[in-house]
């Protein structure tokens, strides 16, 4: 039978140990490096995100047939909100 495995599994139990002994605040390390990470997933895809909306609003401003079609839809969905949908209707009695 080869030791071989026990003896490295022995090592790496014993490393872990005398980290942990040294540093009993590791776990709390790597837990916190985990959480970062999450955090920098999350941070990364709301800048995107922002990032488009603001390439969007950009493009609506410049002069040009995209930035027409881009107010022109803005406005249609401005008219059809429940909200604003007073100040758009036409009364043709009034002349």
């Known amino acids: ?10 090592n790496i ?3 872990a140990a005398l980290l942990y ?9 790597v837990d916190l490096l985990l959480q970062a990470a999450r955090i920098r997933a999350q941070l990364w895809f709301y800048q995107r995100v922002f ?3 603001i390439w969007y609003d950009r493009q609506s401003l410049r002069q040009g047939p995209v ?12 008219q059809r909100n429940p ?3 007073e100040f758009f209707q036409r009364d043709d009695n009034q002349v």
Do not use: S
């Open 67 to 78: 930035g027409r079609f881009l107010r022109h839809i803005e406005l249609q969905r401005i």
């Open 83 to 85: 909200a604003y949908r």
């Open 1 to 10: 039978m080869d030791p071989t495995p026990f003896l490295l599994g022995l």
């Open 21 to 29: 002994v040294l540093d009993p605040n590791l776990i709390r390390y």
């Open 51 to 53: 990032g488009i909306r």
């Open 13 to 15: 139990g014993l490393v």
